[in-house]
């Protein structure tokens, strides 16, 4: 089983999900030592330029939503209209097997990519933003004969995270391998990263965040091998 101690930062930009993993590997107690690792990542945004009509203007806040199955958003939306025009808002979703909506709140229903779509005057006026839905990040490690073991200090918008929090381990080609969870010792919170393995050859690692609270998700551009 091998050991290291990393710090894990994550803050936003840009309203995407900027992460950041900074690896310090020291001499440990049983031995070995490391050097140092950076990750930076920013969520992909969809652009969609808003439309003025003579009616008015209305404007997903939004261009995309992550979210996880069972999971729910209030979708928030700026409408600027005259006094006679219906300001009325209707949403509803491309695929209700993927998101469906009650009133503004688009609730996710199984995983997948679909748009969501918010309409008004009729509508005349419309936007949408695109709504990314995660399966569970649920692991069965009995299926694997190897692990790791990180710890990591996590920094969330310069707190530590909260329930709403997911920070998970992949490969390359999206097999999930492990799944943080937090611990206290001494007064001091940190999270604990098992990362499992069918055997013990290297293998190139992403780690990803999903922010419930504010249905966002990040991805690192670099991996940990």
């Not at 569970?136 to 969330?156: C, G, K, P, R, S």
């Amino acid at each position: 089983m091998f050991r290291s101690k990393y710090i894990l930062n994550m803050r936003r930009k840009c309203g995407s999900f900027l992460l950041w993993l900074s690896a310090i590997l020291t001499p440990l107690p049983w031995g070995g030592v490391g050097g140092g690792l950076l990750l930076t990542s920013c969520g992909e945004l969809f652009e969609l330029n808003d439309e003025d009509t003579p009616l008015g203007q209305l404007t997903m806040d939004r261009r995309q939503v992550d979210l996880m199955v069972g999971d729910w958003y209030k979708l928030p939306v700026t409408l600027n209209i005259g006094e006679d025009i219906d300001g009325t808002l209707h949403f509803e979703s491309r695929d209700n097997d993927i998101v469906r909506f009650r009133g503004d709140t688009v609730e996710a229903v199984s995983s997948g990519q679909v748009y969501a779509i918010a309409e008004a005057s009729g509508g005349q006026l419309k936007d949408s933003c695109l709504v990314t839905v995660y399966p569970h990040w649920q692991l069965d490690f009995t299926e694997y004969q190897y692990d790791m073991v990180v710890f990591a200090n996590v920094i969330v918008n310069g707190h530590a995270p909260d329930d709403d929090t997911v920070v998970a381990v992949f490969t390359e080609d999206g097999e999930l391998r492990g799944v943080g969870r937090m611990l206290t010792q001494d007064g001091e919170d940190y999270m604990l990263l098992r990362i499992y393995s069918p055997d013990n050859s290297n293998e190139d690692l992403v780690v990803r965040c999903y922010d419930r609270s504010r249905a966002m998700g990040g991805e690192a551009e670099e991996h940990i091998t």
